[in-house]
């Protein structure tokens, strides 16, 4: 069998929480703590869980946006904390990310076009400035926006459409993963569907892969080809998207699941809600990170912390999943 696209393994990013005259380092926010994921080459991952669970921090230590403390990431096989920074901008070229906010991720006093041309000049793609601009006109038409836009600045467009140019800008390096962090998050319904509907389509054309970061577990059914629920820096379930979405194993998917609106009837209701906030990073509660929150908890649960168990092709960090 192949390698996969992206593996992560034991990945931990920690913040230190400063404190003192000095400054020294107190303690250690744990924001991402051990996490181990698959993308396979041409598939989507969906990240779900509650804002503060780490899944942007995640997304970012990939690319070192921010620096991991410990783990591996390995892409096309090449573990991307040991290379060098230079290596580490060419290899950006393959991993690119789409922000929740387009507004603030485009230069406000750059053209659509200028957007868009931006990444091929910093990866000195194209021979010459017509083949940049033929690149350009492609990856508009590539993300259905009309040419006549091209001209227009980012406060003259709608969420929706500044959303396409970022994604055309990414795509416009042919990268082999797009990391979406809460891409569709603070769009319409209506639009959020439109761009989920366009990112499937280019899925299928190019064959790119991608990483999907949500706090909202009832978008990626029809997008992710496998989720992974992350709970205080912990994977705590990840499988097929069907399975995880008809079978939960983990007291904390069926607490996500339960805040989905379905369509239904049998299913409204029905799920448990996870109890009060989560609790902070920097003192994840001992035993079971979710048992201060889980309706299913016992005595074990305050005391032991579960190991992510794989079974059936899945994987549930709950006793109860065993
Ligand atoms: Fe809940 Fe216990 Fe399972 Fe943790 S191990 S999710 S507290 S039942």
Known sequence: MSA??????????WFPIRGGLLQRPVGWVRAVDGVDLVVEAGRTLALVGESGCGKTT????????????????LFEG??????PPAALRTRRQAIQIVFQDPMAALDPRFRVREAVAEGLETFGIGADATERAARVEAALARVRLD?????RFPHELSGGQRQRVCIARALAVEPRLLVCDESVS????SIQAQ???????LQAELGIAYLFITH?????????????????????????TEAVFTDPRHPYTRALLAAVPSADPARRGVAVRARGEVPSPAHPPAGCRFHTRCPEAFARCREQAPALMP???????????E
Do not use: K, W
């Open 216 to 240: 909202d577990l009832g978008v990626v059914r029809n997008l992710a080809h496998r989720v992974a629920v992350m709970y205080l820096g912990q994977i705590v379930e990840e499988g097929p």
């Open 147 to 151: 040419a006549s836009l091209g001209e």
């Open 311 to 321: 079974r059936d092709g899945r994987a549930a960090r709950c006793f109860l999943a």
């Open 4 to 13: 996969p696209l992206l593996a992560v393994e034991g990945l931990c990013t």
């Open 195 to 201: 761009i989920l509907n366009l990112l499937r389509d």
């Open 78 to 83: 090449e573990d991307l904390l040991h290379l």
């Open 186 to 189: 603070a769009l319409d319904v």
């Open 58 to 73: 995640v997304g970012r230590s990939l690319l070192r946006l921010v620096e991991p403390r410990a783990g591996r990431v």
